[in-house]
T-cell receptor
Framework: NAGVTQTPKFRILKIGQSMTLQCTQD?????MYWYRQDPGMGLKLIYY???????DKGEVPNGYNVSRSTTEDFPLRLELAAPSQTSVYFC??????????????FGEGSWLTVV | DQQVKQNSPSLSVQEGRISILNCDYT??????FLWYKKYPAEGPTFLIS?????DKNEDGRFTVFLNKSAKHLSLHIVPSQPGDSAVYFC??????????????FGTGTLLAVQP
């Protein structure tokens, strides 16, 4: 039972490089999310998607792009990496909206360092 | 602005005693609250939730209390066990303007249960 799978687990990027964090879920969830967690801080929502072909900005979308071509996959793209993007990134999914009775399920995280 | 606040960065309790983790929120539109537990190098995992129509929800050793008038919730763990040592995040969502699709997280409280 894989749940939410993120790759890579660790990555070091140079300033200005680009990369994509991959995320896939096998729970047939409609909603998917990308969060980042900085040291000593809570998780901040970057982007989310309520279904294939639909994406929307969260709290901290600048410097990132996403796409949702299938229900299972929700990749996060960093176009021009900056040191401020050094963080731990979590992909998550939920069956539907986050009202009573629902919750979101997280992947194990991707540690990204920009130098 | 931090809409969900966990003012205690850390808490240390003895095994067998009660752990009480607190969370305050500022947005009166929040109507669904969740607690997540996070071990190092892992993604957060769902622990317990409560809807705003309730003031208490219990699941085994874990109980969440909600005081809507004070915009305050707390997580009680009793008895505490060493395996409960982790970071605990409070999160909230609301049924307004698409906010049911988003969880707003607090900054977390590191719980250490001493044997």
């Amino acid at each position: 039972n894989a749940g939410v799978t993120q790759t890579p687990k660790f990555r070091i990027l140079k300033i200005g490089q680009s990369m994509t964090l991959q995320c896939t879920q096998d729970m047939n969830h409609n909603y998917m999310y990308w969060y980042r967690q900085d040291p000593g801080m809570g998780l901040k929502l970057i982007y989310y998607s309520v279904g294939a072909g639909i994406t929307d900005k969260g709290e901290v979308p600048n410097g990132y792009n996403v796409s949702r071509s299938t229900t299972e996959d929700f990749p996060l793209r960093l176009e021009l990496a900056a040191p401020s993007q050094t963080s731990v990134y979590f992909c998550a999914s939920s069956y539907s909206s986050l009202n009573s009775g629902n919750t979101i399920y997280f992947g194990e995280g991707s540690w990204l360092t920009v130098v | 602005d931090q809409q969900v606040k966990q003012n205690s960065p850390s808490l240390s309790v003895q095994e067998g005693r009660i752990s009480i983790l607190n969370c305050d929120y500022t947005n009166s539109m929040f109507d669904y609250f969740l607690w997540y537990k996070k071990y190092p190098a892992e993604g957060p995992t769902f622990l317990i939730s409560i809807s705003s129509i309730k003031d208490k929800n219990e699941d085994g050793r874990f109980t969440v209390f909600l005081n809507k008038s004070a915009k305050h919730l707390s997580l009680h763990i009793v008895p505490s066990q060493p395996g409960d040592s982790a970071v605990y995040f409070c999160a909230a969502s609301g049924n307004y303007g698409g906010a049911t699709n988003k969880l707003i997280f607090g900054t977390g409280t590191l719980l250490a249960v001493q044997p």
